[in-house]
């Protein structure tokens, strides 16, 4: 049944998809010469429009585009890029894959140091490790992702020279392959994956303190202590558990976004992921890739809301009984 | 593309110059052309580079012209011929004006034995596409990262190239690029200027400062009232303080602009043109005189414009215009232009090194409509003779000031920093390398010569 109505829902959400970018004013003519403000020396009249617009089916009518939209769709064809010139599946998968990486190993360890900071946090509350971490966490995270980005440059970067400014590889690693590549690519992929720890880890971190310590306060926990089990199975094998339900629809959320989620760091860090892509095609209104790029974000977001509500069910009885 | 694929004939600084081509004939009419060609020229892939391939060349960009991004006036070719091995005949069905320029000297040859089986050439990404017999050979294209990786062609036909190998990278920051070593070259312009003073104090770096092709302007909806009115357009034109724009905003970084487009660091330019001094007084006489003193209406621009839009929009409403300013992105902003849906806009383009700019004065709009306009425009467009079109171009530039479809604001300067250890060669072509393109990096920089 849930399964269903998330299969209407991506329906829905695939029509908007079509018909939003379609509502923009402009079209993806204006940036096919490129950057028409920095470019573009070339001047395109009435005809050469005709041309193209006929050229990439743009001119056929609307009705007939969705058409042409929802049966290669259902034929897994993507289109094609009008701006890169490239299908767009090709565009999507060579992207997701740094988008993947980063915030796919940004996201275990946050979470992962989030969950730990909290539990010692809630464990210690008021005293001076509380205090310390609570102020150290959030007076790290809460920059704004790109300025933090820009900061850890100057120092790293500028300063120390010890990372590169930006970008997922160097020139040429590519084809080095075997343990220098891995090297090369570790080295592009700490600053960025910092920015975004340091980002993220403060909402985790409270999440589960404040989670944590209204568990702690529960009868079932002062059950178990006066039981004499020992306090840290108390808090791993009680506890936390309990308190993690919470944090389970919150990072599912996190996942479901972050396709778009890293595109400030993205940009800052120059790395050739999703959020940067999409953001150029929205700029060149280029439709194909687009709705290529907003399906799979959708997508993301539609399968962890749907892992967080089978997983929820599994953690929490009350929720499978109803 | 000019490192993988060569042209007819190229640009140094002075002009033009030979290239694939050693020398060219052409008929008195302008329409016919005869080219005989360096030989001993190969593809990368090591085949010789022949009469049948310029030819077939000719044909192929003909036929296949709407799947191209730039632009040949490839209409206006009747077909080529090949001779012999060594002499090519192109056919026009009408002299084509800076002929060097718009078509010979900017469009690639490209190899029959590879392109004769492509039916769809903007969708033909095969390896071989990249196959030209230019000094560099594309190595690695690597379009998540926008990355390309060129290596020197040993066996080009001028020598080969001073760098083993070219890469070019994106960064999000240039001036930071540079100071860590990360890139040796970045160009700047306009309010960058900031960036290259700075680097200017690194001493690892030189730098360049190159012509302007690129203009900043006013544009105003002559579709409809009130801009439909000539004198309204002029009255503004004294309103607005241009010199104060070019200060405040790019602190030195642009030139107040020639008000007929052309830029003035080319030989099309007409520096004789009306001026329209600041003057607030003058505005508000000549507003007052239209009838026009409780004007109210919107100016649209980007957000990268934003700082020219509110001195624009302050001038304005010292003469009584009141002016609201919404910002949106490039897109939309080609969008409202192209319907006609604004008062006014401030919006920029490049290609003014090149008359042929000059179609349609406003951009991307073609809002402006006149006759006499259009057929000098069409007129030019046909002249072999330099002398004659110059006088035309001119004519065109003061029809532009006249009437005023649209107010340039500046022409931002440009600037190539560099790492002179590794290439200190850099030079700004004339005109622009192939159709116009204002950067120092023209191929000859690699080459002895």
């Known amino acids: ?21 379609r509502m923009m004013p402009g079209d993806p003519l204006s940036y096919l010469l490129g950057d028409p403000s920095t470019d573009a020396p ?86 001076k490790t509380d205090v310390g971490l609570l102020v150290s966490v959030f007076s790290l995270g809460s920059w704004p992702p790109f300025f933090l980005g820009m900061l850890l440059i100057i120092f790293f970067s500028l300063k120390l020279g010890a990372f590169p400014i930006g970008g997922a590889q ?134 962890f809301n749907l892992a967080a509500d089978l997983l929820y069910a599994r953690l929490d009885p009350r929720v499978r009984r109803a | 593309m000019s490192f993988i694929f060569d042209t007819l004939t190229w640009k140094d600084e002075e002009g033009v110059i030979p290239w694939l081509a050693d020398n060219w004939d052409v008929s008195e009419d302008g329409t016919e052309w005869t080219f005989t060609l360096h030989s001993d020229v190969a593809w990368h892939d090591g085949e010789p580079l022949t009469a049948e391939d310029v030819a077939f060349t000719f044909d192929y960009f003909k036929q296949h012209q709407e799947a191209f991004k730039w632009f040949w006036p490839m209409d206006k070719v009747e077909g080529a011929e090949a001779m012999d091995e060594r002499t090519v005949v192109l056919t026009l069905t009408e002299p084509i004006a800076s002929c060097h320029e718009a078509l010979i000297g900017s469009l690639p040859i490209i190899p029959r034995h590879i392109w004769e089986s492509v039916d769809d050439p903007a969708k033909f990404t095969a390896e071989e596409a990249v196959i030209g017999s230019g000094l560099f050979k594309l190595v690695e294209y690597n379009k998540e990262e926008a990355r390309y990786v060129y290596e020197a062609n040993a066996d080009y036909f001028k020598g080969s190239p001073a760098v083993d190998t070219l890469t070019f990278i994106k960064v999000e920051n240039e001036a930071l690029a540079l100071e860590t070593g990360t890139t040796d070259y970045a160009s700047f ?49 004294h309103a607005i303080d241009r010199a104060k724009i070019v200060e405040q905003v790019t602190h030195g970084g642009a030139i107040v602009a020639n008000l007929g487009i052309v830029s003035p660091f080319t030989d099309w330019y007409n520096p004789n043109l009306p001026a329209y001094e600041y003057d607030p007084a003058k505005a508000r006489d000549m507003l007052d005189e239209l009838g026009m003193t409780d004007l109210s209406l919107t100016l649209i621009t980007t957000g990268g414009f934003a700082r020219e839009a509110e001195l624009v929009q302050a001038d304005l409403e010292q003469v009584g215009i009141q002016v609201e300013v919404q910002a949106g992105d490039q897109s939309t902003i080609d969008g409202l232009l192209r319907e006609g849906n604004f008062d006014l806009a401030i919006n920029g383009h490049g290609g003014i090194a090149n008359p042929s700019i000059l179609r349609t004065p406003t951009w991307p709009a073609s809002s402006y409509n006149n006759e006499e306009y259009d057929s000098l425009y069409q007129e030019q467009s046909r002249a072999t003779d330099e002398e004659e079109r110059r006088e035309m171009v001119w004519q065109l530039q003061q029809i532009i000031a006249e009437d005023l479809p649209v107010l340039t604001l500046y022409h931002p300067k440009m600037w190539t920093v560099y790492n002179p250890s590794k290439l200190d060669t850099w030079f700004y072509t004339q005109g622009g390398v192939s159709l116009g393109i204002p950067i120092a990096m023209n191929k000859l920089i690699f080459l002895e010569r």
């Open chain 2, 189 to 237: 312009w306009g309010k960058e200027i900031e960036a290259v003073r700075e680097l200017e104090e690194d001493l690892d770096c030189q730098h360049i400062e190159g012509p302007s092709f690129w203009v900043l302007q006013v544009v105003f909806n002559t579709t409809q009232p009130p801009f439909d009115n000539v004198n309204l357009r002029r009255a503004v034109a």
């Open chain 1, 1 to 21: 049944m849930r399964v269903a109505q998330y299969l209407i829902t991506l329906f829905v959400l695939l029509s908007l998809n079509f018909f939003l970018p």
């Open chain 1, 42 to 127: 070339i001047l395109l009249t009435e005809e050469m429009r005709e041309n193209l617009l006929e050229y990439y089916g743009l001119n056929k009518p609307l009705a007939q585009q969705y058409k042409d939209y929802l049966l290669g769709l259902a034929g897994g064809d993507l289109g094609w890029s009008i701006y890169y010139n490239a299908p767009v599946s090709s565009l999507l998968l060579g992207r997701l894959k740094w988008t993947l990486f980063l915030s796919g190993t940004a996201a275990v360890i946050y979470v992962t140091l989030g969950i730990l900071l909290g539990a010692i946090s809630a464990r210690n509350r008021g005293t």
């Open chain 1, 170 to 303: 160097s020139p040429g690693a590519a084809q080095a392959g075997g343990f220098g590549r891995v090297k090369d690519v570790l080295h592009h992929w700490f600053l960025p994956c910092l920015s975004l720890v340091l980002t993220h880890l403060p909402g985790i971190y409270l999440l589960t303190r404040n989670s944590m310590l209204g568990v702690l306060g529960e009868d079932y926990v002062r059950t178990a202590r006066s039981k004499g089990i020992r306090e840290h199975r108390v808090l791993l094998r009680h506890a936390l558990p309990n308190a993690l339900l919470p944090i389970v629809t919150t990072i599912a959320m996190r996942f479901g976004f972050m396709i778009m989620g890293t595109m400030f760091v993205e940009v800052v860090f120059a790395y050739p992921g999703m959020g940067t892509l999409i953001y150029q095609a929205g700029a060149a209104r280029d439709y194909p890739l687009l709705q290529g790029g907003f399906l799979l974000m959708m997508a993301f977001v539609v399968f």
